[in-house]
């Protein structure tokens, strides 16, 4: 079986300040994992995904597989990555992705 | 191109009653998959489909039910409605050519069904 944990359900930080989502996941094989994003009022987008290894808008995730984690990761919050972001691992089945929970990130100016 | 289009956007039905949710992927992509987004559950997987076939199933019962045509269109269907079954519906359409594994799945702007 495969899970997906978000621990936070909300997070608020300043602008400037660094942040930090975290995900954790279960899954016995060699599993892809993604950061998927909403901002308000708009459809479910991909950030970005562990084997392209780059960073979007500033926000970069490592996959760790001994602790089995993909935190994501922003060392300077802007205003505008106020959002629900979602960790999501795709496995060896067609066409799924299982989701986390999300997680609210507010950055107060 | 233009992205993954839903129709419709709201639906209100009564318990009982069957509904019909209709999904037109990205040009050129054949998979479409399928979720349900509550707040209690989050976003849970439906099924997928590829070249009309159904590929892969999550746990829902069988009242949930898809297709998809040959322009790669899908339809998801469920019968005999229930208040739990209210919910975003979202569609995702990726270009996968068969293998298993991910590919970048874009997803719709979802059907908001209400069961009263």
């Known amino acids: 079986a495969q899970r997906v944990t978000q621990p936070e359900k909300l997070l608020s930080v300043f602008k400037g300040a660094p942040v930090e989502l975290k995900c954790n996941y279960s899954?016995?094989?060699?599993?892809?994992l993604f950061w998927y994003v909403q901002y308000s009022r708009q459809r479910l987008q991909l950030l970005l995904r562990?084997?392209s290894r780059e960073s979007i808008k500033g926000f970069t995730a490592d996959l760790n597989k001994g602790e089995t984690s993909f935190h994501l990761k922003k060392p300077f919050a802007q205003e505008e990555d106020s959002a629900m972001y979602y960790c999501?691992?795709?496995?060896?089945?067609?066409?799924?992705?299982?989701f986390g929970q999300g997680t609210i990130l507010t950055v107060h100016p | 191109k233009a992205g993954v289009t839903q129709t419709p956007r709201y639906l209100i039905k009564t318990r009982g009653q069957q509904v019909t949710l209709s999904c037109s992927p990205i040009s050129g992509h054949r998979s479409v998959s399928w979720y349900q987004q509550t707040p209690g559950q989050g976003l849970q997987f439906l099924f997928e489909y590829f070249s009309e076939t159904q590929r892969n199933k999550g746990n829902f019962p069988g009242r949930f039910s898809g297709r998809q045509f040959s322009n790669s269109r899908s339809e998801m269907n469920v019968s005999t409605l229930e208040l739990g079954d209210s919910a975003l519906y979202l569609c995702?359409?990726?270009?996968?050519?068969?293998?298993?594994?991910?590919?970048?799945?874009?997803f719709g702007p979802g059907t908001r069904l209400t069961v009263l």
């Open positions: 999501a691992l795709s496995g060896t089945s067609y066409g799924k992705l299982t």
């Open positions: 995702a359409s990726s270009f996968a050519e068969g293998a298993v594994g991910y590919n970048e799945q874009f």
């Open positions: 562990h084997i």
């Open positions: 899954y016995s094989g060699s599993p892809e």
